[in-house]
């Protein structure tokens, strides 16, 4: 969909059409180039020193009807100090993939999720200094809620965890919205391998992934609030662990 710079490389997860004809993409970006989409110059490497063996960069677009891009988001792969964290996790082991997203029942939101490492920082709103972090080296979801004219962020949510495991993962994999109009909430799919899920503040009981990994099921309110929070191994959640495969 971009035309390619320096031997960038765009990796497309998923696209969503909308009533009006407009086109929304998520992906990512290789690790040490420039992409051009439109007249829009999109650099995720040269400006941070990044390496070839760095992670990728995730991006969300719109594109017009007429085939004109309309927006363009990239979060900005940051040190851990743009996260306003002491630790020093460097600018070019941040990254993140999107791997699905979703159009609100209103048409005025845009929900993806995915899953990444580091700092990322969000500056579509100058108001705001909205960042992702995540300093273990077991890869975190995130939730991103975008605005569908704007393109400018509303709201994002990490999917951390707690304590640390070698191995582990927390990755989102799906997004939809129900086809009921009065139900506005987002409904997310992915898995959790040899970690404890974070509830954060929301008051529910945390889930814990084995070594095979289990699904990963949650309930988020329009504001990004979290709803509920399942896995599909209940018997292996709470502080004795357990085994269900």
């Known amino acids: 969909s971009g035309q390619q710079v320096n031997f960038a490389e765009v990796y497309i997860s ?49 594109m017009g009807a007429n085939g004109e891009w309309s927006w363009l988001t990239v979060p900005q792969p940051s040190p851990s100090s743009e996260c306003s964290v002491s ?21 005025l939101s845009i929900r993806i999720v995915g899953y990444f490492n580091g700092c990322l920082k969000f500056e579509s709103d100058a108001t705001t200094n909205r960042v992702l972090y ?7 979801g995130f939730v991103v809620s975008l605005n569908a004219t704007t393109g400018e962020d509303e709201w994002v949510r990490r999917v951390g965890h707690i304590g640390d495991a070698s191995g582990g993962a927390i990755r989102l ?5 129900s086809d009921d109009d009065e139900n506005s909430n987002v409904y997310i799919g992915g ?15 945390s889930v814990r992934g084995d070594s095979n990994g289990d699904g990963l099921f949650l309930v988020l309110q329009t504001d990004g609030s979290l709803l509920s929070l399942k896995d599909s191994c209940p018997s292996n959640d709470g502080a004795a662990g357990g085994r269900c495969n």
């Open 14 to 62: 998923d696209v969503e059409l909308d009533n009006d004809g407009n086109l929304y993409v998520s992906g990512h970006l290789g690790a040490n180039n420039n992409v051009l989409f439109g007249n829009e110059l999109v650099d995720v490497g040269n400006s941070i020193g990044r390496n070839g063996s760095a992670p990728t960069s995730p991006f969300f677009g719109k």
């Open 87 to 107: 630790s020093q996790y460097p600018a070019d082991g941040a990254g993140g993939v999107p791997t699905a997203m979703s159009i609100s029942n209103d048409g």
């Open 134 to 140: 995540n300093p273990n080296t077991e890869s975190s």
């Open 173 to 177: 994999l799906d997004v939809t919205h």
């Open 191 to 205: 898995y959790v391998r040899e970690l404890e899920v974070n509830p954060g503040s929301s008051g529910l009981q």
